[in-house]
């Protein structure tokens, strides 16, 4: 079990371009959430996945914001259109269960800078 | 609204001091779970503890401890004899019931010197 892995570690890319992120969660988790994270501030809940349905997107996710998780296991998070204001750490987490919350395995995340 | 606040944004303390993380929330909910992260300078957040809303007991785990008051909705951590190895940004989560989302706060900023 190697934990869960995201990449790029690095994205820098000019404003207007789309940019595809990947998470690869804990095999056997069925539950994955995208966040994103600035500067001296807590995870922001972006979207969950349970399996490969999406249960979850948050009301501040705009339209050029994209999420998939195929087959229930790899996601993808897709930002069309980039702007400044979308440069921040984009943040992968897995977890086991179905009903209680339990505790949720983070990646090393993925640095978004826009230009 | 629901809301979780970690009103301390830095806290430094020389080693082998105990020291206490606040974290209040929000939520009118009656079932509800409680978390804290750890997320050291290298960057991944670990996870320390989960309570759930009805389980108001006390916990200890080594040098760490965590004080749940739902009287006046707080969740402390306590870290006793701190060590170097404990500076990192600790964060207080709240998971609300009817929700897959977390709430995260704004974290702690915790630096233990030598």
């Known amino acids: 079990d190697t934990g869960v892995s995201q990449n790029p570690r690095h994205k820098i890319t000019k404003r207007g371009q789309n940019v595809t992120f990947r998470c690869d969660p804990i095999?056997?988790?069925?539950?994955l959430y995208w966040y994103r994270q600035t500067l001296g501030q807590g995870p922001e809940f972006l979207t969950y996945?349970?399996?490969?349905?999406?249960?979850?997107k948050s009301r501040l996710l705009s339209d050029r914001f994209s999420a998939e998780r195929p087959k229930g296991s790899f996601s993808t998070l897709e930002i069309q259109r980039t702007e400044q204001g979308d440069s921040a750490m984009y943040l992968c987490?897995?977890?086991?269960?179905?009903?209680?919350?339990?505790?949720?395995?983070f990646g090393p995340g993925t640095r978004l800078t826009v230009t | 609204a629901q809301k979780v606040t970690q009103a301390q944004t830095e806290i430094s303390v020389v080693e082998k001091e105990d020291v206490t993380l606040d974290c209040v929330y929000e939520?009118?909910?009656?079932?509800?779970?409680l978390f804290w992260y750890k997320q050291p300078p290298s960057g991944e957040l670990v996870f320390l503890i989960r309570?759930?809303?009805?389980?108001?007991q006390n916990e200890i785990s080594g040098r760490y401890s965590w004080n749940f008051q739902k009287s006046t909705s707080s969740f402390n951590f306590t870290i006793t004899a701190s060590q170097v190895v404990d500076s990192a940004v600790y964060f207080c989560?709240?998971?609300?019931?009817?929700?897959?989302?977390?709430?995260f706060g704004t974290g702690t900023r915790l630096k233990v010197l030598a």
């Open positions: 987490a897995s977890s086991l269960g179905q009903g209680l919350p339990y505790e949720q395995y």
């Open positions: 095999s056997e988790h069925n539950r």
């Open positions: 996945f349970q399996n490969e349905a999406q249960l979850e």
């Open positions: 939520t009118r909910d009656t079932t509800y779970y």
């Open positions: 309570r759930n809303s009805f389980d108001e």
């Open positions: 989560a709240l998971y609300p019931s009817g929700t897959y989302k977390y709430i």
